[in-house]
């Protein structure tokens, strides 16, 4: 028995249920629940066709209901019991929300009290950039306010340089790499002839974070395809997006503090800008906007493809060849909860062109639906697990040389503190390299991985042949599926990712041609309407959450069944991480500032403030 599903009455619409709108079952337009969690909508209009059970629960749905504000309904449950209000725009407005809940982004309506409605007409947005700040919580909109988590910062990780460089190596390192060479955006730039910049390449403190291949994966004009469920979508939504090529150049400065040197904004064809701090600010705004979208578009296509569909190979290889109760097939479970159905939530929502859906990828993301796909699939295919992996990739990168990130340190903790666990632990079950060998389920399970018409996982070993390759592949995937998928795509997520100036989702205008020419009002006209920021944010917001303690990475093993000699092997993985969570705190202590917990700050990762598994 999975749980009881809640059909709608008659004359009721479907809108979700208690603890969660997205996982209706659409075919039978229905949801697993208890009957007290069903969720329907009387629309007004529609005859009542209730019937009675025998039990009289029903009978409630003769009472008159309180009365609400024009455009607002009232919810009920299957037994038509009242649950609270719901929150209906007129065709004519927009939802912005209620003081006391989420907006749902497939249906464009809000839970909460009657008199919670949030609704407004139609803007373009033309007016200033602190109007986003209206959609959050400290200026009474739907949503948590951005920068709780990371101390302070928000919309700031774009319009402040200090933040926006700090972001590289906080939440976003994976493509931060050195360079001693200026790239060839750069060379008919005033920076080649800058003694300054030849002296930062020569002693290794530039980075470059270079996106110059994006244009090959999605349009350079991407149309917002215009629902037909509402109104005049010209009225309010911005219906064509506009991609660039970026390369971004930081660099580690006499401070020993990471600062953003420049960017360079162009075409498929190589012709672009290049940008700086000493541009007017509102030019260099525009620069640094342009590459948030690319930057943290990608970032996040490239945490699913490697945090989650990397995943599903495991998982099946797993399945098909390991017996329920193989030791190798107890962990990859472990972390890969629930992988198949975020894979197929991924499918759905990236994969798939729905012109009518307003939470599709055609209506909110620079990359679309087509562009997502075939991102997805080249972060996959790069893939390499000899290559690509922690700390490899850092210390290849030249990142860990950066003062202050913690990232690289703390995560290189945790990656040892797995292994280390995985090697004793596997120790139990094989006396020699030999007994590895001669372990026909682990071997078939390799041969799958590596098999490029099954697995496809490049660099997977085709033979195990020792212990050490075990603890490898498996403190790489539980890293993955813990520390990193946190990293990226965690509640401090939320942080980095929500205010529209920190990454815009999309861009709606082509970059200036000349310099000195941007005003506020192109800076606004290049970023989403508040509408569409808001469903944006909802899809945001909705993947951020509280890790309790026996949810975290820590004591997360406590409840799988490993057998009596495991005790002493996991006391001391457990030690490790929270030793390094106590020195997370006595960094964020020793600040000037107060930050609350969490877990992806400044100060390093962790891990009591991680999930143990990626796929909530």
């Excluded at 210390?395 to 690289?408: K, L, R, T």
């Excluded at 682990?442 to 018409?453: I, N, R, V, W, Y």
Aim: hydrophobic content about 35%; overall charge negative; glycine content about 6%.
């Amino acid at each position: 028995t999975q749980g009881n599903v809640c059909p709608c009455p008659g004359g009721q619409v479907f809108m979700g249920h208690a603890w969660s709108w997205g996982e209706a079952q659409a075919t039978a337009n229905s949801i697993l629940c208890t009957a007290e969690e069903c969720r329907c909508l009387i629309v007004p209009g529609l005859q009542q066709q209730q019937q009675s059970d025998g039990s009289g629960d029903d009978l409630e749905a003769t009472t008159a209901p309180p009365e609400c504000p024009p455009g607002t309904s009232l919810l009920y449950n299957s037994n038509g019991k009242l649950q609270e209000a719901v929150c209906v725009c007129p065709p004519t407005m927009v939802c912005m929300g209620s003081s006391c809940g989420d907006v749902n982004t497939m249906n464009g309506w809000v839970l909460g009290s009657c008199t919670d409605c949030m609704c407004q007409p139609p803007t373009l947005n033309e007016g200033q950039l602190t109007d986003f700040d209206y959609l959050f919580s400290d200026l009474g909109g739907p949503f948590p306010q951005p920068g709780q988590m990371t101390g302070g910062a928000g919309k700031h990780s774009t319009l402040n340089d200090e933040y926006f460089a700090q972001e590289q190596i906080t939440a976003t390192p994976e493509f931060l790499k050195v360079t001693t060479s200026l790239p060839v955006q750069f060379l008919k730039s005033s920076l080649n002839q800058n003694p300054r910049i030849k002296q930062l390449l020569e002693s290794r403190r530039m980075f470059v974070v270079d996106h110059s291949d994006f244009l090959d994966y999605v349009n350079s004009e991407n149309p917002v395809t215009a629902p037909t469920n509402v109104g005049d979508p010209a009225a309010y939504r911005r219906l064509t997006r506009y991609n660039n090529n970026v390369v971004a150049l930081f660099a580690v400065q006499d401070d020993n503090k990471l600062h953003p040197v420049a960017i360079w904004v162009g075409d498929a064809a190589g012709e672009g800008m290049v940008w700086t701090p000493q541009d007017t600010s509102l030019d260099w705004l525009q620069a640094k906007l342009r590459f948030q979208m690319v930057h943290k578009s990608l970032t996040q296509v490239k945490h699913a493809s490697l945090s989650h569909y990397l995943q599903e190979p495991f998982l099946v290889a797993a399945r098909r060849c390991m017996s329920s109760v193989h030791p190798v097939r107890k962990f990859i479970e472990h972390h890969a909860y629930l992988g198949h159905g975020i894979v197929y939530q991924l499918d759905e929502f990236f994969l798939k062109v729905s012109p009518n859906t307003t939470a599709s990828p055609d209506q909110l993301f620079g990359a679309a639906s087509l562009g997502g796909g075939s991102l997805f699939a080249k972060f996959f295919k790069e893939f390499n697990f000899q290559n690509d992996v922690f700390p490899k990739t850092v210390e290849h990168a030249g990142v860990d040389s950066i003062p202050g990130c913690h990232y690289c340190n703390d995560n290189r903790d945790i990656v040892n503190a797995y292994k280390n666990f995985f090697a004793e632990y596997f120790a139990f079950f094989y006396k020699d390299s030999q007994a590895v060998l001669a372990d026909s389920e682990l071997q078939a399970f390799a041969q799958e991985m590596s098999s490029p018409d099954l697995g496809r996982v490049q660099g997977f070993p085709s033979v195990v042949r020792d212990i050490d390759t075990i603890a490898h592949f498996l403190s790489q995937f539980a890293w993955t599926a813990t520390a990193y998928h946190e990293a990226v795509s965690g509640k401090s997520f939320y942080d980095y990712y929500a205010h529209p100036l920190s990454w815009p989702r999309s861009i709606f205008t082509p970059p200036p041609t000349s310099r000195g020419t941007t005003t506020q009002e192109e800076i606004v006209r290049m970023l989403p309407t508040m509408e569409q920021a808001a469903y944006t944010l909802a899809v945001i917001n909705y993947n951020t959450r509280p890790v309790l303690p026996e949810d975290s990475m820590v004591f997360s093993y406590n409840r799988l069944d490993l057998g009596p000699f495991t005790a002493k092997p996991l006391a001391k993985l457990q030690s490790s991480l929270l030793k390094l969570s106590e020195q997370v705190k006595a960094r964020r202590a020793a600040h000037s500032k107060a930050y609350p917990e969490s877990t992806f700050t400044p100060f390093g990762t962790d891990p009591l403030h991680v999930w143990h598994y990626s796929n909530v």
